[in-house]
T-cell receptor
């Protein structure tokens, strides 16, 4: 079945540091890939997505590129802020599976001032 | 656009009572809604998928008689936790997908409902 693996946290960074959160996937066909962010006490918000190979999703300074050859969708940001502290979930949606989302385990990011 | 609301945001109840959680798509028609459960510091676990006007499809290990799901309209789905017990305490999150004008390959999430059963 489909699966998503992302690096375990917590990831602790100082403000303005470079962020990478790794995400790899296993899926049949050509899934769409997503990053969701969950701030404390809140539900998930879509951060960015990519629907086909080599697409780059970007939003709020975050970006991720759909790499089919390495089955990866790593999340990056050049300069993190304290307000970026949250849990980040990588996910895939396989249209062969009724548009269900398969989530990674989540990575907690803590940014210190 | 694509806003999903949940009500209530937090509920505390006594063991043995039933609790209903509402999930509404505010500005689009949700042909499919998903219900998730999230334990502290863990990922989301899909409980069930519901399509408007039909019975929900439950994931393996989820008791359909305990977690009643109704998707009576294109903007409303409800999850009822029947005879709740402390082990049902969790964060319940719904999401909605659409076949309408918004992206069909994206789920939009509600803010979640925290259930505490005493």
């Amino acid at each position: 079945g489909d699966s998503v693996t992302q690096m375990e946290g917590p990831v602790t960074l100082s403000e303005e540091a470079f962020l990478t959160i790794n995400c790899t996937y296993t899926a049949t066909g050509y899934p769409s890939l997503f990053w969701y962010v969950q701030y404390p006490g809140e539900g998930l918000q879509l951060l960015l997505k990519a629907t086909k190979a080599d697409d780059k999703g970007s939003n709020k300074g975050f970006e991720a590129t759909y790499r089919k050859e390495t089955t990866s969708f790593h999340l990056e940001k050049g300069s993190v802020q304290v307000s970026d502290s949250a849990v980040y979930f990588c996910a895939l949606m396989n249209n062969n599976a009724g548009n269900m989302l398969t989530f990674g385990g989540g990575t907690r990011l803590m940014v210190k001032p | 656009g694509a806003v999903v609301s949940q009500h209530p945001s937090w509920v505390i109840c006594k063991s043995g009572t039933s609790v209903k959680i509402e999930c509404r798509s505010l500005d689009f028609q949700a042909t499919t809604m998903f219900w998730y459960r999230q334990f502290p510091k863990q990922s989301l676990m899909l409980m069930a998928t519901s399509n408007e006007g039909s019975k929900a499809t439950y994931e393996q290990g989820v008791e359909k008689d305990k977690f009643l799901i109704n998707h009576a309209s294109l903007t409303l789905s409800t999850l009822t936790v029947t005879s709740a017990h402390p082990e049902d305490s969790s964060f319940y999150i719904c999401s909605a997908g659409s076949s309408g004008t918004i992206s069909t390959d994206t789920q939009y999430f509600g803010p979640g409902t925290r259930l505490t059963v005493l």
